[in-house]
């Protein structure tokens, strides 16, 4: 099962899982992941000190090209999910994260792991662009990081 790499900086972030997460068998419902991936993504660029409306407003969107999830084992309500993000591959207009999630109380155990690739394009011609120096910057390890959110109870 994928680790994430010990030199460069991991996002973290916690999910305390909701009965809507859940489908009917008890379970946290296959799609939901990808949502979660979502949150542990907006939680590392917030942790580098880029929020996706700073991004917005300086004209850029990060449309989705590609997801990938592995399912190891199954989460359930209630429980605490542990969230790692991390950039794996930069290319020229495109970058791809990595997430590793597992419960709070077993780390060593990834129950969930996958990657998106995400493209930048400019907002107002809708055309993919060369990821400017700023974004660069933002999420490579250039940047001190924030403090990690707080874990929810």
């Known amino acids: 099962m994928k680790q994430p790499p010990k030199d460069i900086f991991i996002g973290r972030s916690w999910h305390r899982v909701l009965y809507a997460d859940t489908d009917a068998m008890g379970i946290v419902y296959n799609g939901t992941y990808f949502r979660f991936f979502e949150r542990a993504r907006e939680a590392y660029l917030r942790q580098r000190g880029l929020l996706y409306t700073t991004m917005e407003a300086r004209g850029l969107m990060t449309p989705l090209t590609e997801a990938f999830a592995h399912y190891y084992s199954s989460f359930h309500y209630d429980d605490l999910i542990a969230m790692e993000c ?60 924030k403090p990690l959110e707080e874990k929810p109870l």
Do not use: N, Q
């Open 86 to 145: 991390w950039v794996a591959d930069i290319k020229r207009a495109s970058f791809c994260f990595e997430y590793r999630l597992f419960l709070e109380e077993t780390p060593a155990e990834t129950k969930v792991a996958g990657y998106t690739i995400l493209a930048v394009m400019d907002r107002a011609s809708r055309k993919i662009i060369k990821i400017p120096g700023w974004v660069l910057v933002a999420i490579g390890d250039k940047v001190e990081p």
